[in-house]
C-alpha cells in the first residue's frame, strides 16, 4: 500500500502522541525522536508489506492459467499466496 509522505508523517505524530498521553509510558528521548523511530517502523512495516503482495501478485501471474484481478478465483489465491508469504517469512 502507498501512503504519501504527509500521511505518514500525521500517523507517526500521531503515535507519539498518543504514547505520551499514557501515564504507564515514559520518554527517555524527545518527543521528534520518538516520532521519527515510529516513522522508521511504519516504514518498514508498509515496505514489507508492499514485498509480500507484489511476490502473491507474481505468483498468480505465472500460472498457466489466466485469472483476472477482481475474480472470486484471484482473491482465494491471492489470499492463499499472501499468507503463504508471512509465514515463510515468520511475520
Same mark, same amino acid.
Given at each position: ?10 500517523? @507517526?505524530? $500521531? ?6 498521553? !499514557?501515564?504507564?509510558? *515514559?520518554?527517555? &528521548?524527545?518527543?521528534?525522536?520518538? %516520532? ?19 511476490? @502473491?501478485? $507474481? ?6 492459467? !489466466?485469472?483476472?484481478? *477482481?475474480?472470486? &478465483?484471484?482473491?482465494?489465491?491471492? %489470499? ?12
Amino acid at each position: 500500500m502507498r501512503i504519501s509522505r504527509d500521511k505518514l508523517n500525521k500517523m @507517526a505524530h $500521531t503515535v507519539a502522541d498518543t504514547l505520551a498521553e !499514557i501515564d504507564e509510558v *515514559g520518554f527517555l &528521548e524527545d518527543r521528534n525522536t520518538i %516520532r521519527q523511530e515510529a516513522r522508521k517502523a511504519l516504514e518498514t512495516l508498509l515496505n514489507e508489506e508492499a514485498r509480500i503482495d507484489q511476490a @502473491a501478485r $507474481t505468483k498468480i501471474t505465472s500460472q498457466r492459467k !489466466i485469472i483476472q484481478e *477482481g475474480t472470486q &478465483e484471484w482473491e482465494i489465491l491471492y %489470499r492463499k499466496y499472501y499468507n503463504e508469504e508471512v509465514r515463510r517469512l515468520g511475520i
